[in-house]
């Protein structure tokens, strides 16, 4: 995920907590078989059929070097390996990296939800691939980045975050960012108002009392 805000906000040294909860929210809110930890929050789960999510935490010097910029992001491909190999019993396991950017973890689950979205797509697509031609190669095959499948597994996260948290989370900003991603979809204006309508009335409200704040014409 990158942002229109190029400045950068919040730092990690008043987050110190935030690994930890951080690890919490992705496990609440994906599947039980999904596996979410960082080097030093849980571990690598060889249960079979688990999907490993390394979660890499970048330092500030780390973030400071990257040659674009980036809130968080989906790094490099899903892989798969089969585990009697590697005497772990029977079954296969995958693997995907994610890393998050310290100088933003002021919008961290606005951004979590967002690629662990990208994650339940390339999870989804290598489901449809033959098994042989799983291994390192499953990545997001929707052609569009944020395509009406990207979308649908935002809303889903973000239903779960709700449904997770309740009150103590207040999921409007990421209502009003799946919003703006229907909105810049290139796609026929049917599927676009079918997407919108799975947006509660309120963020959509939000969403467009926002674009006009902002002065983009509808
Ligand atoms: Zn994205």
């Known amino acids: 995920m990158t942002g229109p805000h190029s400045q950068k906000r919040g730092s990690m040294e008043d987050n110190t907590n935030i690994p930890a909860q ?3 929210f992705a496990n609440r809110i994906t599947p039980p078989n999904w596996n979410i930890f ?6 690598f789960n060889y249960a079979p059929n688990t999907l490993n999510v390394w979660l890499e ?3 500030e010097e780390q973030a400071d070097d990257l040659d674009e910029e980036f809130i968080a992001q989906v790094r490099g491909a899903m892989w798969f390996s089969d585990l009697e190999p590697m005497g772990k ?4 396991i995958a693997k995907i990296d994610m890393q998050m950017n310290p100088f933003f973890f002021d919008v961290w689950q606005e951004a979590m939800a967002h690629e662990l979205a990208h994650v339940a797509v390339t999870r989804l697509s290598a489901r ?3 098994r042989s031609l799983r291994f390192g190669i499953a990545q997001n095959v929707e052609p569009e980045m944020h395509g009406p499948l990207f979308l649908k597994a935002f809303r889903c996260m973000i239903l779960r975050a709700k449904a997770a948290y309740g009150k103590e989370l207040d999921v409007k900003d990421m209502w009003f960012s799946y919003c703006m991603y229907v909105d810049g979809l290139k796609q026929k204006d049917s599927v676009k108002k ?5 947006a ?3 963020a959509y409200q939000q969403w467009y009392q926002g674009k006009q704040n902002l002065g983009i014409d509808s």
């Not at 019993?89 to 296969?92: A, E």
């Not at 079918?194 to 799975?198: A, I, S, T, V």
């Open 22 to 24: 951080m690890v919490e």
């Open 38 to 43: 960082t080097a030093y929050h849980g571990r």
């Open 57 to 59: 935490l970048l330092t």
């Open 89 to 92: 019993g029977k079954g296969f």
């Open 128 to 130: 449809s691939m033959p």
């Open 194 to 198: 079918k997407l919108f309508g799975l």
């Open 200 to 202: 509660p009335k309120k």
